[in-house]
């Protein structure tokens, strides 16, 4: 039957959690929510997430939103040998210490940098990219003899992160990383991945699409 998925495509953390699916071979059954017309805050969604936010996910009656905690549930449950999100609890700790990174400095950092860019069509703030290269700075260094965030094993972290350079890396920024070595190499193998382009070609149109209005 698979799990029923609320996302919206372009969306980074959802983005996130259908790479961690496609990885680690779990169906989903993908619903759209429609945002726009504000479906995530009717009574019927509301039941599946009282947060009223994407994503969020109903596995046969268990339902629970937050695309990390999502991420960690489904490695746990359906790929639980998995080196996606491992049992050993240092190495557990050091994806956890990834993806808090993303969330709370490299994520925040290129949203705040390119969002405004994106739909407002504000012009760059210098301020706020001096932060996002900062966090690069950071990334890079952590990859330093890396193929991967947390060593040479691709984790949950890498595909937030990745998911979330993307915001740079489509128009009407595309960033240069050519800086940040260790960066570029890595989110070229992440772009090699087979489903990368699947799981994130919706945010590369949806960014193109409002850079043309």
């Known amino acids: ?7 919206i495509a372009g969306s980074t953390p959802c983005r996130s959690v259908l ?3 496609k990885a680690a071979g779990v169906e989903l059954n993908l619903k759209g929510v429609d945002l726009q017309n504000g479906k995530h805050k009717e009574a019927d969604f509301t ?5 009223q936010l994407v994503p969020a996910i109903d596995d046969n009656g268990f339902r629970m939103g937050e695309s ?3 991420m960690g549930y489904i490695c746990g449950k359906y790929a639980p040998d998995s080196p996606l999100y491992p049992k050993d609890l ?6 956890d210490e990834m993806l808090y ?4 400095t490299f994520g925040k950092s290129i949203g705040d940098y ?3 860019q994106v739909f407002r069509k504000q012009p760059a703030d210098k301020e706020k990219e001096a932060s996002m290269k900062e966090a690069l700075d950071k990334l890079n260094r952590v990859l330093e003899g890396k193929q991967y965030a947390t060593g040479n094993t691709l ?13 740079a890396d489509a128009v009407p920024v595309q960033y240069n990383l050519k800086p940040w070595s260790n960066v570029a190499a890595w989110f070229q193998r992440m772009k090699n991945l087979p489903y990368f382009t699947e799981c994130n070609k919706a945010y590369y149109e949806f960014a193109k699409k409002m850079t043309s209005k």
Not at 1 to 7: E, L, N, S, T
Not at 47 to 51: A, E, G, V
Not at 155 to 167: G, M, N, P
């Open 90 to 95: 240092q190495k557990r700790a050091t994806v």
């Open 19 to 21: 790479m961690t699916c």
């Open 68 to 70: 990390r905690a999502i």
């Open 155 to 167: 984790t949950v972290a890498d595909f937030c992160l990745a998911t979330s350079l993307t915001l």
């Open 1 to 7: 039957m698979g799990i029923d998925f609320y996302y």
């Open 47 to 51: 039941k599946i997430n009282p947060m």
């Open 114 to 116: 390119v969002l405004p």
């Open 101 to 104: 990174f993303d969330i709370g």
